[in-house]
């Protein structure tokens, strides 16, 4: 998802729009599309504020977020537990189908991480 355009550039485009130029010209003159400028322009005349919207997905709202406390709960229990022990103890308890994927997306909001132990393998084989 692209990022949201800067804040100074919404100030000056509301200059232009309050010195009298239109939508259209303050867009070309910021080099930005019409059609954002004609958005923009909606805005102001609105609210006063071409601000920045909130972009991307509400956080919390998902398949998964009600199951939270489980996951924590069982990775507290075992912390070698799989995704896919995850997966089937959530079909088990709650009935719910998932792929093992979108709980390893839940985990990393949730703060847990995985990291690969291959240097001690490697090191363990040097070493032999």
Known sequence: ?????????????????????????????????????VRWAQRIRRGGEASVSVMGRPVGHGK???CADFFQELI????????FELRDALADA????????????????????HKKSRWLQANAIERA
């Open 1 to 37: 998802m692209p990022a949201p355009l800067p804040a100074s550039l919404r100030d000056r485009f509301k200059q232009y729009i309050e010195e009298g130029l239109s939508a259209r010209a303050a867009a070309l003159r910021l080099r930005i599309s019409p059609a954002t400028g």
């Open 64 to 66: 998964l977020a009600p």
């Open 94 to 113: 709650h009935g719910e189908k998932v792929h093992h994927s979108g709980i390893a997306v839940m985990l990393k909001r949730l703060g847990y991480t």
């Open 76 to 83: 507290a229990q075992d912390p070698d537990i799989t995704l």
